[in-house]
Each structure stands twice: as C-alpha cells, then as structure tokens.
C-alpha cells in the first residue's frame, strides 16, 4: 500500500472522525485527451481584444512573463466522463471574466475564517446556501482546508487528502507564516467562492505567495481561478504534501468483521479522478469544469435503462434509482440487490423516454476509470473491491433476453412454483384446523361425559 494523504485536524466538531486510515490504489485504463481548435481560432480574437481593456479585480498590478507566447492557451479535456474541462491561458479574456473579485462583494457577505488564516493544516465546515451537485450528488456542505483544496466527503477522517476534494491548488500551505495570509469564502445564494490569499509554502516560504480560488455554482460548474503563482507548479515538493489539482469522489462501503463482534471497517473507493495539467496552471489563467449528465439525474425506469450519456445505466425498483453502480450510494445499492436486478430484469412498465435530462447529452470518448481505498480499520494494509460489480453490458443482455422471449419461460416458471407453494400453504391450514377440531371435541367429551357424543362414543367402543 502506498499512503497518499497527509493529516489534517478538523475546527470543528463533527459527527464523527476517522484515524489510522491506509491507503491502497489501483488504477487501470489510461488517459485520453484532444485539443480543440475550433476554440483557438474563436478565443484568439477576442484574448487579443481583451489585452488593452481595463482588468478587474487587481489583475492591472501582475505582469506577464516576458517571452511567452502570446497564442490563447485554451485547451479542453475530454478524459472524464463527469466534467468537460476547459483550461484558459493569461491572454484570454475568459481568465478574468471567470475570476470572482471578492473585494468587491457586499462586505457582510465574504467571510474572513480566523482559524484557518492563521494555522497549518487545519479543516473547518462551510454551510452551503443551495445545492451543489457534484458528480451527480447534492451537498449542502463542505470543508475548506488551508492546504489550497476543498474536502467534499461525508466520512470525515483526517487523512482527508486521499480522495473526495475540489482541488485548484493543493499543496502544502501555511498561512500562519505571513500575517498577510487569509482564507476567504463568499456565498450569494447562487455560487460559493473560496480564496486562498498570499499564502506561502510551508518548507520553501521563499518561492512567493500564491493566491487563487474555487467557486463552486449552482448548476454544478466548477471554476479554478489563478492570480498569483510564482513558480511553476510542477516544481512544488510533494515530499511532505501532496500536490494535487483536479476533483475527486468515492464511495464508501462498510464491512462488517466477524472476529469481532458490534466492529465494521469502513472503505473509501475511489472510482473517478480528474487530473488537470499542472504546467498550464499560471498568472492569471483559469479552469472551467462543465457537468456532464450521469445516471442519477433520471427518476425513472424508461429513461434510465435506455439513456444514451456515456454510462451503463441500470434501475433498481427496490430503491427506485437509476446508477451506474458507482456513485455515492453504492452501499445502499448492493445491498439491496440491485446489481442482480439490472442482471434479470427490465422495466415492467412501457418504456417512457420523455424525460429531460439535467444536462444535454453528449457522447463521450472512454474514460479513465481508477480506484483508490481508504480503509479505516487500524493496522489493516489491504482492501478488496467490493463484491457483485456490474458488468459492462448487464443492461443490454437483460433487453437481449426479453426480445428472445427467453423471459416469457422463466416467468412461466415463477408462477407455476408459485402455485404450488399457495397450494402447500393451504393444505398445511387445513390440516391444522382438523386437528384443532379433535383437541376441542376430545376436551368436550372428557368434561361432558354424560352427552350425546360422549355416549356415542362408549357404545361405538
């Protein structure tokens, strides 16, 4: 196993915290990226445009490096299958368009956090004032960490990390080195914004401050914006900090130990990670992460099982949810039996493909799929995937299977087997009500022995 995550300590009070964490990582498939052109030659005109214009939010006093290219460095990632990613460079304008200028928020509104402006490696809770679907899910809370990053997870642990984040720049920040250091968040009700401001490395306080931020909207997009980077990212250690930008999100499984009873090991996985380019990090760029649809936006069968996104959607009736099998809810999937649902059964109703989605529909390229474990048992230095997986294409033999008819026999089956069983059930009632028949006439008999049936019997003896 490899340990990944470094500790953290947690403001304030949660209801639960987890230690001792071990980190396993299997990662399989690989990295698919294209880029696009037709962004380049629209961006190029209007970068160009924007050059001369008057810059908000402090951008006037940064200067460009001299020497670089002067092309717009608009890239979009296509390797994951949850977000569509955008990376602007210094010279468009979408950079500065993206970037939050909270000094000139409504100053009730932004909140300076005391705590973790003046210590290392802390994490506190930040209420949300709306949903925020992330990788399909809503939150209505997160935790801010001073190390550049923000924790998404519901398990709190203090190897937080590991997995599950909104990183735009995690790194191992310490603002109790500058008195100029602040962790800033705004909330309008619509979109939370949070700064990290002239904050120093904690093992090479030399390099310069760095200040950038994430701002998580509404709709689910995710912006990380860059003002401030005084050297290039790929050059930051990771000897004591990881260094991280990207999301992540896992799922968490709970096993119960017989050993030792009333004690289960609880298992984070990691099924998806988006990792962006770190050399494209610079002054004054910025990265835009669009939401694409996922299985969990469809609330019914039809569309479910027949949606075109990239995903093999399945519905489960018990839980009446449509997943791919990995997302947050993969506990409550498994054990109720929905992997084995989607294996042998499709929508018992017609088919009604009238929902929208949340989001357009868009076919994707394949896409990474990784897997990473926190498990929180102590001293346990392995982990295993969870068992009963969906196959790839359980859906398409379910839909293969009806059109054979080959499920007209296997429910003519079901209902001769249940035929007999009410037929057993029957005889079993029968018999059970003569036999209380011959305990009451016997009590009669024996407390009544001078009646008609009492006598009947003596002579019939």
């Given amino acids: ?33 294209r880029h696009s052109e037709s962004l380049k030659s629209v961006d190029t005109n209007r970068a160009s445009m924007g050059q001369d214009s008057s810059e908000p939010g402090g951008f006037t006093d940064l200067l460009l490096e001299e020497g670089h290219d002067n092309a717009t460095q608009v890239e979009e990632d296509t390797d994951h299958n949850y977000y569509t990613s955008r990376t602007y460079g210094p010279y468009d304008s979408s950079s500065r368009d993206l970037w939050v200028n909270i000094d000139q928020m409504e100053k009730d509104k932004v909140k300076i956090h005391g705590i973790l402006s003046n210590t290392h490696r802390q994490a506190a809770r930040v209420n949300l004032s709306f949903d925020f679907p992330f990788y399909g899910h809503f939150l209505r809370e997160i935790t801010v960490a001073t190390g550049g990053f923000i924790y998404t997870g519901e398990v709190v642990h203090r190897m937080l990390t590991a997995t599950q984040y909104i990183a735009p720049l995690m790194a191992n920040f310490d603002p109790s080195v500058s008195r100029n250091s602040t962790v800033r968040y705004f909330d309008n009700g619509t979109a939370l914004v949070v700064q990290w401001d002239h904050v120093h490395l904690q093992d090479n306080y030399n390099l310069g401050s760095f200040t950038f931020q994430a701002t998580l909207l509404n709709d689910g997009r995710i912006i990380f914006g860059y003002k401030e980077i005084p050297v290039a990212v790929t050059q930051i250690s990771s000897t004591n900090h990881p260094v991280k930008v990207g999301l992540s999100d896992a799922f968490v499984v709970v096993h119960r130990i017989q050993q030792i009873p009333n004690v289960r090991r609880r298992t984070i996985y990691e099924y998806h990670r988006v990792e962006l380019q770190m050399s494209k990090i610079t002054n004054l760029s910025a990265v ?41 809810h993969r506990q409550d999937w498994v054990d109720s039996g929905c992997p084995e649902e989607s294996k042998d059964k499709i929508c018992e109703k017609n088919i009604d493909t009238t929902e929208t989605p949340l989001y357009s529909t868009t076919t994707l390229l394949p896409t990474t799929t990784r897997f990473r474990v926190l498990t929180t048992t102590r ?56 036999v209380a028949a011959a305990i009451l006439v016997t009590a009669y008999m024996y407390h009544h022995p001078t009646s008609a049936a009492s006598l009947f019997f003596i002579e019939v003896r």
């Fill in 288 to 328: 835009e992460m669009i939401p694409l649809p996922t299985c969990l936006q469809f609330t019914s069968c039809g569309p479910c099982v027949t949606a075109q996104i990239g995903f093999n959607c399945s519905w489960c009736s018990k839980l009446q949810r449509c997943s791919s099998g990995f997302d947050r």
């Fill in 1 to 33: 196993s490899r340990q990944t995550g470094v500790l953290y300590e947690v403001v304030q009070s949660f209801p639960r915290v987890e230690e001792n964490v071990q980190v396993d990582s299997y990662v399989s498939s690989h990295r698919w990226r």
């Fill in 379 to 434: 001293g346990s230095t392995t982990s295993h995937l969870p068992t009963s997986l969906p196959t790839e294409d359980d859906t398409k033999i379910a839909l293969h299977l009806k059109d054979n008819g080959a499920s007209t026999d296997d429910s003519a089956a079901e209902k001769k087997g249940g035929t007999l069983h009410a037929g057993l059930i029957v005889g079993i009632l029968v018999l059970v009500l003569i």
